[in-house]
């Protein structure tokens, strides 16, 4: 693939996919043995039924993951890890602070000299890292991106009464697309947004030491180092933002709601997606949803999907696909592709 030359106009390709899902299974009734829950209140209020808790001491560390999905995806892209310009990972809960965790990907992988970066906009973080490679592809700077989704909440919550309201929600696991320059400029992203609204932090963070907490919240020292989240505000935000957010990327494009093949949500509750499928009067398989098997995986969530959805042949090339996510921060954002 050539860098444009003047009046040269690239497109940019989603090639192959990949997934890490850690082997340990947590199911609602394990829960059960360790918190005052239950698993119809979890069902009820949330959709999950079980989600993945990874064993870093058994090679599931933040960078395992997400090595081994990105390696996944680039075998169904038919590319090396030689190939690949940049790693763009999408994390919050790398082992360190420092290096990137795009770094060990790349060290795990072999992929030589390419660039690697983390970027974090909590469960927004992989729509934020597409968008981002995507448009670094669609100027000429880079060729191909292996953009990976990946974080471990489990080592951020307590398996306890006391963490009862975020343990139930969490799940660990990775994804991985690829993406690439084409020749063909139809394709790529048609409409894209990325929003943050900083004066909201507080409604879900994880504080380091006690000077990180704002007076005026009571959190005890056991929650240091804990995801802390205020689940109803939360809630309320994401029931009006998710379709806010679908109707403002449908209106840049000019397009209506069933013009899109797929919507590949961040699975954060299942009632806040059942709630924007409605508002757009969706079919219920045009809004994929896995979040009863796998909880909300944070930045792995909807390149997860997009893996299941491409492995189960629902996305296919040819078909506009939109990848909406919204988090701590508070941020929201959404990727529209012609694929
Ligand atoms: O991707 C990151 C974005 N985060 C989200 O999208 C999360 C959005 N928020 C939510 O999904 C919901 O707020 C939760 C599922 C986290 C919680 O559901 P809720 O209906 O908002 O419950 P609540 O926190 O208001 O708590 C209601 C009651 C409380 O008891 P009291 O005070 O009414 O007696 C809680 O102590 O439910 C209790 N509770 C539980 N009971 C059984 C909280 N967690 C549990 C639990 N099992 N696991």
């Not at 660990?172 to 947004?193: C, F, L, R, W």
């Not at 006690?210 to 989240?229: A, F, N, T, W």
């Not at 029931?239 to 209106?251: G, K, N």
């Amino acid at each position: 693939m050539s860098r444009p030359g003047p009046g040269h106009v690239r497109g940019v390709r989603l090639l192959g996919t990949g997934a890490c899902l850690p082997r340990r299974r947590l199911a609602n009734t394990d829960l059960m043995t360790m918190m005052d829950t239950t698993d119809e209140w979890i069902v009820q209020r949330t959709g999950i039924s079980t989600r993945h808790i990874s064993d870093p001491d058994a090679g599931e560390t933040t960078h395992d993951l997400g090595a081994n999905a990105l390696r996944d995806a680039l075998v169904a892209s038919h590319l090396s890890p030689n190939d690949l310009d940049l790693i763009l990972c999408a994390t919050m809960t790398g082992e360190n602070n420092c290096p990137p965790v795009a770094c060990m990907i790349s060290q795990r992988l072999n992929a030589g000299r390419c660039g690697a970066m983390d970027l974090s906009a909590a469960c927004c973080s992989w729509v934020y890292a597409l968008n981002t490679a995507a448009a670094l592809v669609k100027t000429g700077a880079y060729n191909t991106v292996g953009v990976v989704g990946v974080d471990r909440l489990s080592k951020h919550v307590l398996y306890s009464t006391e963490g009862r309201s975020t343990a139930i929600l969490f799940g660990d696991g990775a994804g991985a697309a690829v993406i690439k320059a084409t020749d063909d400029p139809s394709k790529g992203i048609i409409a894209q947004s990325m929003h943050s609204n900083g004066e909201r932090w507080t409604d879900i963070f994880i504080p380091w030491q006690r000077r990180d907490i704002p007076s005026e919240l009571e959190i005890p020292d056991s929650q240091i180092g804990k995801v802390h989240m205020n689940g109803a505000a939360v809630f309320k935000f994401a029931v009006s933002t998710f379709p806010d957010l679908i109707a403002e990327t449908l209106e840049k494009a000019g397009l209506r709601a069933d013009e899109v093949d797929m919507y590949v949500c961040h699975q954060s509750n299942a009632r806040i997606l059942k709630a924007a499928r409605e508002r757009f009067g969706l079919p219920e398989d045009k809004l994929y949803i896995n979040i009863d098997r796998v909880g909300n995986t944070v930045s792995a969530s909807v390149p997860l999907c997009l893996h299941e959805l491409r492995t189960a042949g629902k996305i296919k090339d040819g078909q506009r696909v939109m990848f909406v996510a919204f988090g701590a921060g508070l941020t929201w954002g959404s990727s529209l592709w012609q694929l």
